[in-house]
């Protein structure tokens, strides 16, 4: 990812309260070509990505998903963190998501009508979550 992207995915990243962590799992892309199909290649990539989400309420993030607000977020974050769950924001590869990993997904989140680059989508986030904890703890940087 381009310096920017690090750089805006660890300032929000490290905002966040000591006891809220969040952990960036950035899976290799399935190599593309030598006769596979994107199906293939969305399927071998959603095998790792249940590997890693096991155990997690999933959140998919797809354009064509429901569209939350920033107190919706908020609202979810701290009904998982109540629940002491452990969740799973999945941006998929250039080709998205395979349908099992949206299908089987507790939640599908489009943070957009536009289709985003995956590392815009990473800083957008990542701020969006350090906003909602925000909203939950009483810190005043969003502003309604």
């Known amino acids: 990812m381009p310096a920017w992207v690090v750089a805006g995915y660890d300032e929000y990243a490290r905002r966040l309260p000591?006891?809220?962590v969040l952990e960036l799992i950035e899976l290799k892309p399935e190599p593309r070509g030598h006769g596979k199909t994107t199906s293939q290649v969305?399927?071998?990539e959603a095998?790792?990505?249940g590997a890693v989400c096991a155990g997690?309420?999933?959140?998919?993030l797809d354009e064509n998903?429901?569209?939350?607000?920033t107190l919706d977020l908020a609202r979810r974050i701290g009904h998982w963190r109540d629940e002491g769950a452990r969740v799973a924001f999945v941006?998929?590869?250039a080709d998205g998501l395979a349908p099992s990993v949206k299908s089987s997904a507790v939640h599908t989140l489009a943070l957009s009508g536009f289709t985003l680059p995956h590392g815009l989508v990473r800083v957008l986030l990542a701020e969006q979550i350090?906003?909602?904890m925000s909203l939950?703890?009483?810190h005043p940087y969003h502003r309604a």
């Open 18 to 20: 000591r006891e809220f």
């Open 42 to 44: 969305l399927a071998a």
């Open 47 to 49: 095998v790792h990505i």
């Open 56 to 60: 997690s309420t999933v959140v998919a």
């Open 65 to 69: 998903g429901a569209v939350w607000t």
């Open 91 to 93: 941006i998929g590869s």
């Open 130 to 132: 350090y906003r909602a």
């Open 136 to 138: 939950l703890t009483g």
